[in-house]
């Protein structure tokens, strides 16, 4: 894994007021990729590298019935940890499964957080709030190294508050939309593509390729994969393969409707 190089867009996310780094991690740990044998070792502790889920997925949507989020954007779906293999854990601790993220953000200081989160992480069924809430519960709670634990200082909520800025910091590292365009590809109710043109647009993003997804031929949903160098506060992303998923969408006449 070492050999993976981070593109610059992604080396140049501004960490330092992104998110609170525990102090255990500061003073202990050391840079470790998940999925690698040493994070596999007894004696990385979890708080230092992220495992089992050391193969993290960036799910985006791009929502046309009903519409979410801006014409020009994808939005967030959000943020995975897969156990390297292709499985993966839901709902890892039934204590911690918030019912008020909004709260949480305000009471940690992270309002601007929030206020981007009602624009680019939205639900096409039911509010923000409850999307948000079913991410950090089925994912976010799976995260070792956000476990309360590790922190120094711990009051509640915080870790929660950590995975969504870090979450939307890798976001807004991604630009789906951007890709795309740049390869002529371009949201129209007529016009269709192949997928291979889609996934070699994509593949510029990180530099591995992407995951997409399709309904009735509907281009509606890319997954992005990575490790994680250390612990997750530190948003050290390492551009990966991913394992266990795989395109469904047809090899021509992929529609990418336009957000009427």
């Not at 007021?17 to 044998?37: E, K």
């Not at 156990?83 to 993220?101: A, K, L, M």
Request: charged letters at 15%.
């Amino acid at each position: 894994m070492a050999s993976l190089v981070v593109p610059a867009v992604l080396a140049a996310l501004p960490l330092a007021n992104a998110f609170t780094i525990p102090a255990f991690t500061l003073a202990t740990c050391s840079a470790v990729d998940s999925c690698s044998s040493d994070a596999d070792s007894s004696s990385i502790d979890a708080c230092c590298v992220n495992k089992p889920g050391g193969l993290f997925l960036q799910p985006q949507f791009w929502d046309t019935d009903p519409v979410t989020g801006p014409s020009d954007s994808w939005t967030i779906h959000g943020l995975w940890p897969d156990n390297c293999d292709g499985t993966y854990d839901e709902n890892c601790d039934s204590s911690r499964e918030y019912s008020d993220i909004t709260s949480i953000l305000e009471d940690n200081g992270k309002s601007d957080l929030l206020s981007y989160m009602k624009d680019y992480w939205q639900s096409n069924d039911g509010t923000p709030e409850s999307f948000w809430e079913h991410e950090w519960s089925t994912h976010g709670t799976c995260v070792s190294t956000i476990n309360p634990e590790c922190y120094s200082d711990y009051t509640t909520g915080q870790e929660a508050a950590d995975y969504f800025q870090v979450a939307v910091d890798l976001f807004k590292t991604l630009d789906t939309y951007g890709a795309l365009s740049s390869a002529g590809i371009t949201p129209s109710s007529s016009k269709t593509y192949t997928s291979s043109e889609i996934l070699d647009a994509l593949e510029g993003v990180t530099g591995k390729a992407a995951v997409i997804s399709c309904s009735d031929s509907e281009l509606y949903q890319v997954y992005y994969g990575f490790y994680v160098n250390g612990p997750l506060q530190n948003a050290d992303f390492v551009p990966a393969t991913i394992v266990g998923q795989s395109s469904n969408c047809p090899s021509s006449g992929v529609k990418y409707l336009p957000k009427n």
